[in-house]
């Protein structure tokens, strides 16, 4: 029997909990609003074949299309975080497939749009827009959509693609039920013999234990569950790669990168760039294992190592305390963005804060236009809660900024922003805790939550991307996707990575893949880079007092979806099409490592 109790679902104090009533009075309210808009929706037909009546019947449309938009977001925000709360729950689980399916038949039910437009063409558009009012905000869509010309294809087309988008959602919800729901992993035994249950949202807080014992048995353990389990989970994600294939040869794309990147104008150098700046100094993280390996005392570096406390005092954080410092280290963003943080975290429940049987592993934001941006994480009262709360109030705020400037045709900006906004936040809250704490064990377990996060970020992220690039390639040559094949690649690419420094063991490294569901949404992992890359340029003009940095910021918020992602973050004061932030990233990292061994005294 465990030591440790997770707590069921509805033993969290509500309090805890997301505001779902802020969504929905209740599951029947959101049931009856889901066969509102199931009913309502034939009523576009209307506009299908009739949007070249005239500017008066297109802006119409759009009214109509945006009002639909804005109801299906909130009947997806509430089912996918009621079933990511508590994934075993079968009333949240039968939501959440219905909110999908409902999902799928709007996408298809508004994509005659494109194609119309098009026919209709660019000239008279350019003039509807001068002449109606009520177009004027379309502008950068119609920009966007002609720019994007040679890959829409015919109405009939496009409606079948559009409906595609739920059963293609199946792989990864089956994926998510698998390990998140159906995996029971053997708990973590210590070097006393006591039991601590691992799951998803507790395993990455037992392997910050200093019992090695702890590390290696919740390691071996969670890892050789996906193993027993490679050829479904395998199937899975080959299964997902090859709808990605589809996808770009339906679009008359060249490559999966291309057509990925080519959605947010996102040139594939800034990809290549990239993973070419992250070979390069991967000297600076080799020297980092070296030095983790001598401050721990071991002879061999093992995977399970990596997150081993380098503190020998692990500071506490109780959530009051973390919100506190995350304000202190935003109030150089002004009173009123810390105002709208504070409320959001103690007064209007954005987050679902503790951990719970059955939640869903990692951490992430999410929401919709008419709702709050919601957090869904498991705190744990440590300096990598704090990292992460932060983390995700970033993301948090980007969407309540875009949200009250925006309208919801740019309410959805890019992961390639989002990522940005979220590791700028981290990076200006621990500027200031560095500053304001001189304790020396409080130091090094920020550098260590720091370390943990680049390590996630600018180690973990680009070599996924690599893997990512390689299985795509592959099956893109008509060649097969194997569990062992990808085992094989996988451990490849970390042994590369780790140069000798770490040891590598084959399988269970290998199995890392089968752990990031991020990879059922595709090229999104090297955003974590880039974006960790432009939070730090970013936080540095607004942390050396350059003029209007935090209000260009601020604008960049507003912005959302509104421009392409390179020009808002060029509006913020970062080029990302260029590596020179990548590489000045990797100076900040090596910055950290000096520290951390100035610290240590190794």
Same mark, same amino acid.
């Given at each position: ?43 576009? &037909? ?7 009546? *005239? ?19 909130? #009947?997806?925000? %509430? ?23 409902? @999902? ?106 200093? $019992? ?16 027993? =389990?490679?050829? /479904? ?7 997902? #790669? ?19 990147? @080519?959605? /947010? ?38 995977? %399970? ?8 005092? &692990? ?10 410092? #995350? ?23 954005? #987050? ?5 049987? *059955?939640?869903? !592993? ?27 709360? !932060?983390?995700?109030?970033? =993301?948090?705020? =980007?969407?309540?900024?875009?949200w009250k400037n925006q309208p919801t045709l740019y309410s959805e900006y890019s992961i390639f922003v989002a990522e940005v906004a979220s590791n700028f =936040? ?88 089968? /752990?990031?569901?991020?990879? %059922?949404?595709? %090229? ?15 936080? &540095? ?33 970062? $080029? ?9 990233? @990797? ?13 240590l005294g190794k």
């Amino acid at each position: 029997m465990s030591d440790i109790q997770i707590p069921t679902r509805d033993q969290i104090p509500h309090e805890y909990t997301w505001n779902a009533e802020s969504v929905f009075a209740s599951p029947q309210a959101w049931q009856t609003e889901w066969n509102s808009i199931a009913n309502d929706l034939p009523s576009l &037909k209307k506009f299908q074949d009739h949007l070249a009546d *005239g500017a008066s019947m297109l802006a119409d449309a759009m009214d109509a299309i945006d009002r639909i938009i804005r109801r299906i977001g909130k #009947i997806y925000v %509430y089912a996918s975080m009621s079933h990511a709360v508590d994934t075993p729950n079968q009333a949240a689980s039968k939501m959440n497939s219905e909110a999908q399916g409902l @999902f799928g038949q709007v996408s298809g039910a508004v994509s005659f749009l494109d194609p119309e437009l098009i026919a209709i063409g660019e000239a008279k558009l350019r003039q509807w827009l001068k002449a109606e009012p009520r177009l004027k905000h379309i502008e950068h869509y119609i920009d966007n959509l002609f720019r994007k010309q040679a890959h829409v294809r015919s109405g009939e087309v496009e409606e079948l693609l559009g409906m595609l988008s739920d059963p293609f959602s199946g792989i990864s919800t089956a994926e998510g039920a698998l390990t998140n729901a159906d995996f029971k992993f053997p708990p973590a035994i210590d070097s006393a013999g006591k039991e601590l249950p691992v799951t998803q949202s507790s395993v990455y807080d037992i392997m910050h234990q200093p $019992d090695r014992a702890t590390r290696r048995s919740a390691w071996e353990n969670y890892r050789d569950l996906y193993l027993a =389990h490679k050829n /479904t989970v395998a199937a899975n994600l080959s299964t997902s #790669i090859k709808q990605n294939v589809f996808m770009l040869r339906a679009r008359q794309q060249p490559s999966t990168l291309e057509a990925a990147l @080519f959605n /947010t104008n996102i040139p594939v150098e800034v990809f290549h760039n990239l993973i070419n700046t992250f070979q390069k100094n991967l000297p600076t993280w080799q020297r980092y294992w070296r030095l983790r390996r001598k401050a721990l005392g071991v002879d061999r570096l093992e995977s %399970y190592d990596l997150w081993a406390p380098l503190a020998t005092a &692990k500071p506490k954080v109780p959530y009051p305390q973390a919100v506190d410092w #995350i304000c202190e280290g935003l109030a150089p963003m002004g009173q009123e963005y810390v105002d709208i943080l504070r409320r959001g975290c103690l007064q209007d429940r954005w #987050i679902d804060l503790l951990p719970n049987q *059955g939640k869903s !592993a990692g951490a992430f934001s999410t929401g919709w236009p008419g709702t709050h941006p919601f957090i869904m994480m498991s705190f744990a009262d440590d300096i990598f809660s704090l990292s992460t709360l !932060a983390h995700e109030l970033g =993301h948090s705020m =980007h969407s309540y900024f875009t949200w009250k400037n925006q309208p919801t045709l740019y309410s959805e900006y890019s992961i390639f922003v989002a990522e940005v906004a979220s590791n700028f =936040h981290q990076a200006m809250v621990r500027n200031y805790l560095l500053k304001h704490n001189s304790d020396r064990e409080f130091q090094i377990g920020l550098i260590e939550e720091a370390m943990g996060n680049f390590h996630r970020y600018f180690f973990i992220m680009p070599t996924l991307a690599r893997f990512e690039l390689e299985t795509h390639q592959r099956v893109e040559r008509g060649e097969g996707l194997t569990a062992d094949g990808m085992i094989d690649l996988m451990a490849d690419l970390f042994s590369e990575g780790y140069g000798g420094e770490v040891h590598v063991d084959h399988d269970r490294v290998g199995m890392t893949w089968a /752990t990031f569901g991020h990879l %059922y949404a595709d %090229y999104y992992v090297f955003q974590y880079a880039t974006g960790i890359s432009g939070a730090h340029a970013l936080a &540095k003009r607004v942390l050396s007092g350059e003029k209007g940095a935090a209000n260009d910021y601020i604008n960049f918020l507003k912005a959302g979806d509104s421009m392409y992602s390179l020009d808002a973050l060029r509006l913020a004061g970062v $080029d990302l099409s260029k590596p020179q932030a990548v590489d000045d990233a @990797f100076a900040v990292l090596s910055g950290m490592v000096d520290k951390l061994e100035s610290l240590l005294g190794k």
